[in-house]
């Protein structure tokens, strides 16, 4: 019944076997162990759950992992290189962007593909680039500043 | 990181000590949590509002793969779930963890699936069949009272759990007798699902080596849930039970209560000796959270000739759901009727509640609880009075206006509050200067020349928080205090504990207290460590709503430092061979005024206490202290929003080009927190003007039962707030502390709401209930056009 699938997550390899109905999201925090990708609300509405895979930012409980074998995933655990914290996760702090803490990996996760595709947002792409992002605490003013103070601080790209 | 060389941190925008986890991935939410031996939780709901459960066949389920057990009510034989506040009358029914006999809303736990996955349980939960006679719902608080209405329960008739009054009936009859001008207007609250983004959970395991319970659970008040479940529905020792609330993703009141899968898990743990996990998915969350608002008001205001008020008369049906939930009563009647002078002089009011049950989810407190409900009322009847008596609507609020009272008398209302102080005209003065109010009239007139609607709308408000004394609430009916404990545990080498019952969910106390504490013993933060959330290791607490973290568990920690700080002067006395009184305690040392030499430091003294080689006969060594700190009274923060907003007459879009928010929350520790909830605050009230609603259909079905369905305030609907404060400190508490984090809440659904109403005036609508959505805007704008 189970299905093998290998995929490479934040650099490391993983293999299983899993169910096929298994979704992407739940192999993540149940199999692999990785637990900073949050689930909020089952049915793409909120984001917590986004994840990079191949490139693209991507909510994880859209997807079966099966769907996902041999991607190149990176998680909220693998945006800080060599303990230093993304632009992203620094301009969430330094500007609280978060409160409860329970949608910012997706928030930072999105915010990360948001400044793919706009290296200098305005706070209108930011706003709408959001859109697929729930969060009940801030009110998203200081996730807008947060992304704003991360994209005057992105390392320029090679 | 700031450190003491600083100077104060009291009142600074210190960066978050919690941060670093939560951006990382690193937090620890109850699902995060892992055992050995885990089994998972799925419920089986009622797919009827209003139904007889006939019968129910657990055999095909229990043969699916993975399913370990199924209960039902025949099995778990515990108490019901407690309701924590009682009115004179009330009528509470008994709410089974899992339905008995009967389903009384769409979304009621019947039975409960354990499996070796989650996905197990849950084809366990599919697998489940049960019979159901369908019976009629109901689901408006007021049809519910009518006559010939379904009736949830035999033994209250008419569904009436209560009918609860305030203010001086006969005063309030007079002043509508001799009134100049009378204004009448109904109103609808409407119910909302608070949504929380992380979903509730909760982790049971049950250790059968010492026969304790754990608990881990998405709580803003773990002891309240350890005390209410160990001594009214388990029956087991609180010494037995441990509750463990770690971090928590977002409260806004719907974890205070205690919830039949929590129960149910718990219980299943014990029985079955293995750990249970259970993690509400979305949809769970919209049938059995706790739901908040759903009022059917009719309120009437009486003016002077001079436009003075001069009375209020309130009639509301608030809709509590099928069962009433922990605190239920108390927010349609204590956290509403007392709140309605606002920050206005009235001499008379006089407010009926009838508290009705329903076939929907049950109703509690939910951001702001009652006190929204109530600016709503009266910041929707002074715009209409406004509109009425041809006032613009910021002067009629400040003719009204309580005068100032800084003082330290308070002002009483004739609905039982005493305000601790106030200063209101200058937040309305700073709303309009920030709105550029006046300028924006002139801008709203050239524009309506165009055919573009902008409209302003204002609000000015009071709100209620901590609530307190203890010994007040308990003669209004509480079920428990109103306190809050802290203590401060000095080691031996300096660094600080502080234990708090009050409990962050986003409130940031892992920084805020520890700016206190580093101020008060002038150490560093990172000798500080704040903990909370867990009964095994604070002594008791009453968690975190009704903003009173601050305000109540803050004075109880201040309280704690005056006792360290009190010993650790004598213990420094006695070794700098001085009196006590010849001590100056600063940065952490205590020296012999005129002699700065003769000095001890902090962690020096600390030792000692330890050590206890040298300090005053007599003295118990060891360096720590407790507190319960019960205020003497509620804090009354205040404030006044403007909105600025543009109706297109075509679409009936919305669109808030400007957000002022001037809140009086008295003594700030951290401006950029205080600032922060603001924002969160502001968007979940316009979420309720604008977008969200709870839609129950006449019979009970839940239509608005996914984030597809319910509309939650998005990034790109709502613009950046410009924020303000005045400072008017509370006399009530040490620090003068009011309160901030539902002010956003409480003054944004009003505003927005007045604003898109004064956008509408000129075609002639004077009122449309919430939420104000494109289609309802545009049904109204285009029946004014073919008038």
């Known amino acids: 019944m189970n299905v093998p699938v290998t995929m490479t997550i934040n650099g490391q390899k993983y293999s299983h076997e899993v169910e096929p109905r298994l979704l992407l999201v739940h192999y993540i925090r149940e199999v692999v162990g990785l637990t900073g990708t949050h689930v909020g609300c089952d049915t793409s509405q909120c984001g917590a759950c986004t994840i990079h895979l191949n490139g693209q930012a991507l909510k994880a409980c859209t997807m079966f992992t099966v769907q996902a074998d041999g991607a190149k995933i990176t998680t909220i655990e693998g945006m800080a290189k060599n303990g230093e914290l993304h632009p992203i996760q620094q301009g969430f702090w330094e500007k609280h962007g978060l409160q409860c803490g329970f949608c910012t990996p997706g928030m930072i996760m999105t915010a990360a593909q948001i400044l793919e595709r706009h290296p200098k947002p305005t706070e209108e792409q930011i706003r709408h680039q959001l859109e697929g992002n729930l969060c009940r605490c801030t009110g998203y003013h200081n996730i807008v500043k947060a992304i704003q103070w991360a994209a005057e601080h992105m390392p320029a790209k090679k | ?787």
């Open chain 2, 1 to 787: 990181m700031a450190t003491v060389t600083e100077g104060r941190l009291f009142g600074k925008s210190i960066k978050r000590r919690e941060d670093p986890r939560f951006i990382t991935g690193r937090g620890t939410y109850v699902d995060d949590v892992k055992l050995p031996g885990m089994t998972y939780a799925a419920f089986v709901r009622s797919p009827h509002a209003h139904a007889r459960i006939k019968a129910i066949d657990a055999a095909r389920a229990r043969k699916v793969p993975g399913v370990i057990a199924v209960y039902t009510s025949q099995e778990i034989k515990v108490g019901g779930l407690p309701c924590g506040w009682m009115l004179p009358g009330i009528k509470v029914p008994t709410r089974p963890v899992l339905a008995q006999g009967k389903a009384r809303y769409v979304g009621e736990p019947v039975a409960i699936v354990i499996g070796e996955t989650p996905y197990a349980a849950k084809d366990g939960a599919e697998a489940v069949s049960v019979t159901y006679e369908a019976l009629q719902g109901v689901s408006d608080g007021k049809k519910a009272h009518q006559k010939g209405a379904p009736q949830l329960f035999d033994e209250i008739p008419s569904n009436q759990c209560f009918y609860w009054t305030i203010g001086d009936k006969a005063a309030a009859e007079a002043a509508f007798k001799s009134a100049a001008t009378v204004v009448s207007q109904p109103l609808l609250n409407q119910r909302l699902i608070p949504n929380a983004i992380e979903p509730r959970a909760c982790v049971a395991s049950h250790s059968p080596a010492t026969d304790e319970l754990t608990l881990w659970v998405t709580s803003q008040n773990p002891h309240v849930h350890r005390l209410l479940m160990a001594a009214f529905v388990l029956a087991i020792p609180e010494t037995k039970m441990r509750v463990i609330a770690p971090d928590v993703g977002g409260g806004f009141g719907s974890k205070i209560f205690v919830y039949n899968e929590e129960v149910a898990v718990s219980w299943a743990s014990r029985t079955l000796k293995r750990p249970v996990k259970w993690t509400a998915e979305r949809r769970e969350s919209f049938l059995n959270d706790a739901h908040g608002r759903d009022h059917v008001t009719e309120a009437e205001m009486a003016f002077s000739r001079e436009g003075q008020i001069t009375g209020l008369r309130v009639k509301t049906h608030a809709n509590l759901g099928a069962y009433l939930s922990t605190f239920a009563p108390l927010i349609p009647s204590y956290l509403y009727g007392p709140l309605l002078s606002g920050v206005y002089k009235i001499p008379a009011i006089f407010c009926e509640v009838w508290g009705m049950l329903s076939n929907t989810a049950p109703v509690d407190a939910y951001r702001g609880a009652g006190r929204p409900e109530a600016t709503f009322l009266l910041e929707r009847v002074m715009d209409r009075a406004a509109r009425q008596l041809r006032l613009d609507p910021a002067e009629l609020r400040r003719k009204n206006f309580i005068p100032a009272f800084t003082g330290g008398t308070p002002y009483q209302t004739p609905v039982a509050f005493a305000y601790d102080s106030g200063d209101y005209e200058p937040a309305l003065r700073r709303a309009l200067e920030l709105s550029g109010y006046e300028q924006v009239r002139r801008e709203q007139t050239a524009a309506r020349q165009k055919g573009r609607y902008l409209g302003i709308g204002v609000t000015t408000y009071i709100e209620a928080c901590g609530p307190a004394p203890s010994a007040v609430a308990g003669a209004l009916g509480a079920g428990a205090g109103l306190w809050e404990s802290g203590q401060v545990r000095v080691d031996p080498t300096g660094t600080v504990t502080v234990f708090t019952g009050s409990h962050s969910h986003g409130q940031g106390h892992e920084t805020t207290f520890a700016q206190i504490v580093a101020d008060e013993l002038g150490i560093p933060m990172e000798q500080i460590e704040v903990v909370h959330g867990d009964t095994a290791r604070i002594p008791f607490g009453m968690g975190t709503y009704g903003s009173r973290s601050a305000c109540v568990g803050g004075s109880a920690i201040v309280k704690c430092l005056d006792k360290i700080k009190e010993k650790g002067r004598k213990i420094a006395a006695h070794l700098l061979e001085a009196g006590e009184q010849d001590l100056v305690f600063q940065g952490g040392t205590w020296s012999v005024k005129g002699s700065p030499d003769k000095k001890k430091a902090w962690g020096e003294v600390a030792l000692m206490a330890y050590l206890a080689h040298n300090i005053p006969q007599g003295m118990e060594p060891g360096l720590e202290a407790t507190s319960f700190y019960d205020p003497v009274n509620f804090t009354f923060p205040f404030g006044a929003h403007v909105a600025v907003v543009e109706v297109d007459a075509e679409t009936g879009a919305v669109t808030i080009l400007k957000y002022v928010a001037v809140d009086d929350v008295g003594r700030v520790i951290n401006p950029m927190i205080v600032d922060g909830m603001v924002h969160g605050g502001i968007a979940q009230g316009v979420g309720q003007a604008l977008w969200e609603h709870g839609i129950y259909t006449d019979d009970g079905q839940l239509l608005s039962g996914t984030m597809m369905d319910y509309a939650m305030p998005k990034a790109d609907s709502l613009p950046s707030y410009v924020t303000d404060r005045t400072v008017t400190p509370s006399p009530i508490n040490p620090l003068g502390f009011k309160g901030a984090g539902e002010t956003g809440t409480i003054a944004s659904t009003p505003t927005i709401a007045n604003a898109v109403m004064d956008a509408l005036e000129p075609f002639g609508v004077r009122h449309l209930d919430m939420p104000l959505t494109p289609g309802k805007i545009w049904k109204a704008v285009a029946a004014a056009k073919k008038k």
